[in-house]
């Protein structure tokens, strides 16, 4: 396995996500076609392989063209924490502006969590926002631990989805203050949902 990014450009990016330092960052990568906002083809990045080991975290750099996107990011991944006592770990996965790492503020578009719980399936995250790229910006995806070490069950994966334009909808905020009935029926429906798992 061989290094994808400096270490330093490790340790900003994970001091930024979530406030503790890193050493360092390895692991392979693929290079697929870059992504273009003038087409309606979505370009899913591949982002290391199956059974790849990462000391602490791992950064990637995307090749996509400026626009506007839907961007989905999922990861799985085998947790170990240093600690032998630790009964669980989480990991933490976002899509970056690589250019504002030494700036002092790094443009974080958005970031998901997962955790595994010790001898349970490995931490799955998923999510996905809408992101504009700019011409100024380099995409890049970060994937941190903390203190240890995580193998990929699969490759993470960054899809982008061009969209045309982008328009924000109107919502109401439905009052349950007072609203004795709807908070009855709000606690069965959530009591349902957790026992039928």
């Known amino acids: 396995m061989r290094p994808t990014f400096k270490s330093a450009v490790l340790v900003g990016a994970a001091v930024l996500l979530i406030g503790v330092t890193a050493a360092s960052s390895q692991g392979s990568s693929s290079k697929p076609a870059a992504a273009a906002a003038d087409g309606q083809t979505a370009v899913t990045y591949k982002l290391g392989q199956r059974a790849d080991i990462f000391q602490f975290g791992a950064v990637w750099q995307l090749d996509v063209k400026p626009g506007l996107y839907n961007v989905d ?12 006592q630790a009964t669980a770990a ?19 578009y958005f970031a998901e969590t997962a955790t595994q719980i010790f001898n349970g399936p490995p931490a799955a995250l998923s999510g996905a926002s809408v992101v504009r ?4 910006m380099t995409p890049g995806v970060v994937c941190f631990i903390g203190d240890g070490a995580f193998q990929l069950y699969q490759p993470v994966t960054a899809t982008f989805m061009p969209l045309g334009k982008r328009t924000y909808g109107d919502s109401t905020e439905v009052p349950i203050n007072g609203g004795k009935q709807m908070k009855k029926d709000l606690r069965h429906l959530f009591k349902a949902h957790a026992l039928r798992g």
């Open 90 to 108: 989480s990991m933490i996965c976002g899509v970056i502006d690589l250019n504002t790492f030494q700036n002092g503020y790094t443009r974080i």
């Open 73 to 84: 990011l999922r990861a799985t991944a085998f947790l170990e924490p240093s600690d032998p």
């Open 133 to 136: 790229v700019a011409n100024d």
